[in-house]
């Protein structure tokens, strides 16, 4: 299994930015799909789920309102855009799969089954 993160950078404050995540070596339909972000120095937090129906959708309260999380089963892809950045978003942010077909808590690092290598956003003030 392998999830390939991409989509971060260096963006000012207010900006945009839409991470993704491709999958493969699962199947990736019966996956719930997770993004968490690793500020420097803090714990590794719960960012935005999307469940394997895909109509389950959960936010973080920091992201909520700023953030859409999307998935496109055909091509095993998990997105989250991001929208009206600020300096404390920065951090690199990991996607990860849980499944097939969990019920697990989805907001739990424990609850997921695969990792990506992360992708850094950079918001800067």
């Known amino acids: 299994v392998q999830l390939q993160a991409s989509g971060g950078g260096l963006v000012q404050a207010g900006g945009s930015l839409r991470l993704s995540c491709a999958a493969s070596?699962?199947?990736?339909?019966?996956?719930?799909m997770g993004w968490f972000r690793q500020a420097p120095g803090k714990e590794r937090e719960f960012v935005a789920a999307?469940?394997?129906?895909?109509?389950?959708?959960y936010y973080a309260d920091s992201v909520k309102g700023r953030s859409t999380i999307s998935r496109d089963n055909a091509k095993n892809t998990v997105y989250l855009q991001m929208n009206s950045l600020k300096p404390e978003d920065t951090a690199v942010y990991y996607c990860?799969?849980?499944?097939?077909?969990?019920?697990?808590?989805?907001?739990?690092?424990?609850?997921?089954?695969?990792w990506g290598q992360g992708t850094e956003v950079t918001v800067s003030s």
């Open positions: 070596g699962l199947a990736f339909s019966s996956y719930a």
């Open positions: 999307i469940g394997w129906i895909g109509g389950s959708i």
């Open positions: 990860a799969a849980d499944g097939p077909y969990s019920t697990s808590q989805y907001d739990r690092m424990g609850s997921y089954d695969y």
